[in-house]
């Protein structure tokens, strides 16, 4: 049975992977345009790069991060060119044929992207990083004999539960999908929602 500072840990984790963000969207996008096994590859690449961000914030970079602000800079501006690319990249796309979609044509390589950019998109984003560096430490408590093992129990739950929501949210996008099969212009006014949010989240990161 969990103790009480790991149902802390997971409670915050919930309440910052309900936040709407990028990763939100590129899942959500990936559901409703790809289908759900594009949407699971999606949500598999976002894990991989938790698992980093984890491992990264264990090793020091994100203090490195703070101390070398332009570092930080450089990557967050990264962060936010990828993803207005991928928003405009979204805006120039036709829509995908649902026969397609259903005649599962190119799955292989479409999945292989679909994870490139689950990992791509939150491996760039510096403050996924900071997160972890941030959150990990008020949970891991030396004086109660907490070590190296807390440390991966921690971030073992924070890529688990990422992945939980991810999940949730790949049927919730398909299923937004299907609904909208029939509806071309429902289907052109989604896309462009999901090109502007994407947009909007790089040039947030950008300005911030």
């Known amino acids: 049975m969990m103790d009480t500072d790991l149902w802390m840990f997971v409670a915050a984790l919930a309440v910052a992977y309900l936040m709407p963000g990028p990763d939100m969207v590129l899942v959500l996008q990936t559901g409703a345009l790809g289908g759900r096994a594009r949407a699971v590859a999606t949500a598999a690449g976002l894990a991989l790069a938790r698992a980093a961000h984890v491992t990264l914030a264990v090793l020091g970079l994100a203090a490195l991060l703070r101390a070398v602000p332009w570092a930080f800079d450089a990557v967050r501006l990264a962060g936010a060119a990828y993803l207005v690319w991928l928003g405009l990249g979204l805006l120039r796309a036709d829509a995908l044929a649902p026969e397609r979609l259903a005649a599962g044509g190119d799955r292989a390589g479409s999945r292989a992207a679909a994870l490139r ?41 924070l890529v688990g539960t990422g992945l939980a929501f991810d999940l949730v949210l790949a049927s919730a996008g398909a299923g937004l999908g299907r609904a909208l099969v029939r509806h071309p212009r429902w289907q052109a006014l989604q896309r462009r929602l999901f090109a502007a949010l994407l947009i909007g989240f790089g040039l947030r990161l950008a300005a911030d």
């Open 117 to 157: 950019r689950g990992f791509v998109t939150n491996i760039a984003n510096p403050k996924a990083l900071l997160f972890c560096s941030v959150l990990l430490p008020q949970f891991i408590r030396p004086e109660l004999g907490h070590g190296a093992g807390r440390a991966v129990l921690l971030g073992a739950i």
